[in-house]
Nanobody
Framework: EVRVEESGGGSVQAGGSLRLSCTAP????????MGWYRQAPGNACEVVAS???????YYGDSVKGRVTISLDSVKSTVYLQMLNLKSEDSGVYTC??????????????????????????WGQGTQVTVAS
């Protein structure tokens, strides 16, 4: 099993920036994709960004141009740099190490609501709050 741990969430003013980190030791040897989901209360789960084991990168439409996902294989860490944050970016951001591209499983914000057997491994989530 791969343990996934996020860090870097917090509160920021609109227009500000945050960098989230996700450490998942062993994910490269498991040939896993890495991705970030987010969900705000009352809103649907959303794939923010992902990076596949072969380097393919995906960004959700709502964050394109404002978010960059990157990978440090040596540290087994994926970063999500977010710029020009908006109030609608607020939510719980959950990192996943998955056997399937996260963008093909938009409902898999959590294991509870993911219908794909053995989808992958989830972190606990980190809160991002953007004040307008």
């Amino acid at each position: 099993e791969v343990r996934v741990e996020e860090s870097g969430g917090g509160s920021v003013q609109a227009g500000g920036s945050l960098r989230l980190s996700c450490t998942a030791p062993g994910f490269t040897s498991e040939d896993l994709d890495m991705g970030w989901y987010r969900q705000a209360p009352g809103n649907a789960c959303e794939v923010v960004a992902s990076i596949s084991s072969d380097g393919h990168i995906y960004y959700g439409d709502s964050v394109k141009g404002r978010v960059t996902i990157s990978l440090d294989s040596v540290k087994s860490t994926v970063y999500l740099q977010m710029l020009n944050l908006k109030s609608e970016d607020s939510g719980v951001y959950t990192c996943v190490a998955s056997y399937f591209p996260p963008e093909t499983a938009p409902k898999c914000c959590s294991k509870k609501y993911c219908a794909i057997d053995r989808f992958g491994y989830w972190g606990q989530g980190t809160q991002v709050t953007v004040a307008s």
